[in-house]
């Protein structure tokens, strides 16, 4: 039995689609549990439960609350899986090694020119780091650190409750709250989702950010070496402040400083062509600023206070 958890705000066009996808999907033995603000259209039979607001990571633990399932399956509201979604998560399941599991969430047909940038920015590593493979099919099972709460699977037995100071970053939690007991995540490339990018460039940018704060509220909670990886472009965006100050009272240092920069636009550059030459200066532009509005982010939340 597995209970997927959908938390959303209103009955939208996003929804409507994804319960869409369910009404396709090639396996049975599931439930749905809808997390809304407020009841609205919802469709008969299905279970709807009034969250009176609050954030995906409160609302999904009031879903697992209310879920009957062996298995807890996440994804979100703007997004639809595959027919063979969850039957392909069971058969990687039954292992014992295995505490989590997800694939790849792509993006839909029908996307605008934004999302489709969005898309190409966190596909690159350059772009999404280790998280990318997310964004694509990589045709290897492979153990991950973590997997993004669109798509993510768990075993009820491993699974804690996600962190209600946590808008962003509650599926990294997750994931390592499983790892430390001592189960595997995984990424399968047949376990797949469609979900929609941010179909702006603010909300990008914005989504960027938020990640960013919300990984640093994290680590502030939970260091571990392991966790450094999270804060690299925030020592970016400091070494091109810093930097650039300390070159202003030296020709030295203001060469190496422009050299440095030249380098890594080159690098983006060429990247963003490789990617998708019709859209290279989006995407070129928006790596930039990805880097930069996650760097801000992850240094805004070491410094501020996490609201619960």
């Known amino acids: 039995m597995i209970s997927v958890i959908i938390p959303y705000k209103v009955f939208d066009e996003y929804v409507k689609e994804c319960l869409g996808g369910f009404s396709r999907i090639n396996f049975k033995d599931f439930e749905l549990i809808l997390l809304p603000d407020k009841k609205t259209i919802e469709p008969e039979g299905l279970k709807v439960i009034e969250t009176n607001g609050g954030i995906p990571s409160t609302k999904r633990n009031t879903g697992v609350e209310n879920a009957n399932g062996d298995i807890y399956a996440f994804i979100d509201s703007d997004a639809y899986p595959h027919k063979d979604w969850l039957k392909n998560a069971v058969k990687y399941l039954k292992r014992e090694d295995v505490g989590g599991i997800g694939g790849p969430n792509l993006i839909p047909k029908g996307a605008n020119l934004w999302e489709k940038v969005s898309d190409d ?5 350059i772009g999404g780091g280790k ?5 694509k099919v990589d ?4 153990e991950v650190v973590e ?3 669109c798509n993510l699977i768990v075993k009820k037995k491993y699974f804690k409750k996600f962190d209600p100071d946590l808008f962003c970053s509650e599926d990294t939690k997750l994931c390592f709250d ?6 595997k995540i995984i990424y399968a490339p047949d376990v797949i989702v469609y979900h929609h990018r941010r179909n702006s460039f603010y909300r990008h940018l914005k989504q960027m950010f938020l990640y960013g704060r919300d990984i640093a509220f994290f680590t502030r909670k939970n260091f571990s070496l392991d966790l450094l990886y999270y ?3 925030s020592l970016w965006v400091l070494g091109l402040i810093i930097s650039g100050i300390l070159s202003y009272f030296s020709e030295i240092l203001r060469l190496i400083y422009f050299g440095v920069i030249l380098f890594y636009l080159i690098i983006v550059l060429i990247s963003s062509v490789l990617q998708n030459i019709k859209r290279s200066f989006l995407v070129f532009v928006m790596i930039i600023l990805t880097h930069i509005f996650y760097g801000v982010g992850y240094l805004y939340g070491l410094v501020t206070r996490i609201k619960s």
């Open 121 to 125: 920015v966190l596909s690159m590593f």
């Open 131 to 135: 998280s990318s493979i997310t964004c």
């Open 139 to 142: 045709n290897r099972v492979q």
């Open 147 to 149: 997997m993004p709460g």
């Open 178 to 183: 499983i790892r430390k007991q001592g189960k």
């Open 231 to 233: 804060s690299i472009l």
